[in-house]
Each structure stands twice: as C-alpha cells, then as structure tokens.
C-alpha cells in the first residue's frame, strides 16, 4: 500500500531563505509526482510535475528533484517571499492506477 | 477556460441526511475525480468518472455515489451523513481519460459541516 510522508509539518522562516520541503513515498513503482500549493480553505493548484522518467522540474523559484529508487521528492524555493505562504502537498500516483495518494502536507509562513 | 467551478461553497448538514455536491469541469477535460480532505489532512480520493462511468474509486463506503453528465459535470452524494464526513470536498478534472498527471485541474472546494 502507497504511503506517502512529508516532513517537516510545519516550517516558519524569515523572508529571502532558501528552503526545501521533503516527501518521501513507499512504493518506488510511481507513475508521476506533483507538487501541490493549498492556501487556507481553497483548492489546490499544481506546481510541478515530474513523471517517472524524470529526475526535476523547474518553475521560476521552484525546483522539484525525484529519486524514485529511494522514494524521495524535494521541493526546493529559492529566496522565499510572504507569499509562498501556504500548504504545500505531494502527491503520486502508482503505475495502473487513476487516483493521486497524498501526503498531509508541510505548512510553511514566510515571515515579512 | 473557466476553470473547475464547485457548488455550493459551503454547507451544514444534519447527521443521517444526504447531500448533493456539484463540480463543473475545465473546458474539454472529460474525467472527474473527487477528494474528501478531513482538516489538517491531506486529499483522499473517492472516485473518479470517465465518460459518464466510474472508473477507479478509492476506499470510501458505498454510500458515497457519483454521476458525471454528457456535459462531463459531475455530482457527489452521500447518504446518511455522519459526523465523520465533515470536511473540504475536492472536484478535479482532466483532460482525456487517465493523462498521467498532466492538466489535473482542482475546484475550490466545498466545505460540508455535519451537526
């Protein structure tokens, strides 16, 4: 059964740090990881998404690296800014399958 | 595009009731998957419609139930509500059957309170 973690929950940094968010995931047989942003009470919005054959992605400050064999995302955001204020979540989905599994997210305050 | 449109926003519903949940779907997705996100948790998948069938549904009791429209709109029931069931109901759409990934398209959301 696909279990996916991320750490840490929570996370408060001053404006202008560079910071990575981790998700790990215990089946390396993935179709495809997203990165998701989720402000309070609203829908989700993807970031980034790296298919299986892929090793990162790039958005602007968003850099998102895949190790499938260890099970292992990061989500790195280059000089953070009070906006990137939110609920971040990773997400995969197993080969075969049509459903993403998510991790419970990290809530990260960026600090003016 | 107008985007993934879900209604209503928000709801309060009394334990053993049913409910209807909508979602509109992106222009030109014709799959629809929804979510239920219990508070300080995240998404589980319910199920999801390709064509007007349920194609894939995650481990939620029978009680919950879809339908997906020629338009490729879509509806949530759940009968006889429980407490438990409070929480942000998710609508995603994409394009094409199963795109790995690619244009998955989230609502907003609907908040449902059960008291």
């Known amino acids: 059964k696909q279990e996916v973690t991320q750490i840490p929950a929570a996370l408060s940094v001053p404006e202008g740090e560079n910071l990575v968010l981790n998700c790990s995931f215990t089946d390396s047989a993935i179709y495809n990881l997203q990165w998701f942003r989720q402000d309070p009470g609203k829908g989700l919005t993807s970031l980034l998404l790296?298919?299986?054959?892929?090793r990162e992605q790039t958005s602007g400050r968003l850099n998102a690296s895949l190790d499938k064999s260890s099970g292992r995302s990061t989500l790195y955001i280059a000089a953070s800014q009070p906006g990137d204020s939110a609920t971040y979540l990773c997400a995969v989905t197993t080969s075969g399958t049509y459903k993403y599994i998510f991790g419970t997210g990290t809530r990260l305050k960026v600090l003016a | 595009e107008t985007g993934v449109t879900q209604s209503p926003t928000h709801l309060i519903k009394t334990r053993g009731q049913q409910v209807t949940l909508r979602c509109s779907s992106q222009?030109?997705?014709?799959?629809v998957s929804w979510y239920q996100q219990a508070l300080g948790q995240g998404p589980q998948f319910i199920f999801q419609y390709y064509r007007e069938e349920e194609n894939g549904r995650g481990n939620f009791p029978p009680r919950f139930s879809g339908l997906q429209f020629p338009n490729y709109s879509s509806e949530l029931n759940v009968n006889a509500l429980e407490l438990d069931d409070s929480a942000l109901y998710l609508c995603?759409?994409?394009?094409?059957?199963?795109?790995?990934?690619?244009?998955?398209?989230f609502g907003s959301g609907t908040r449902l309170t059960v008291v």
């Open positions: 995603a759409s994409s394009p094409g059957g199963w795109t790995g990934g690619a244009g998955y398209t």
């Open positions: 790296i298919q299986s054959s892929q």
């Open positions: 222009s030109g997705h014709n799959t």
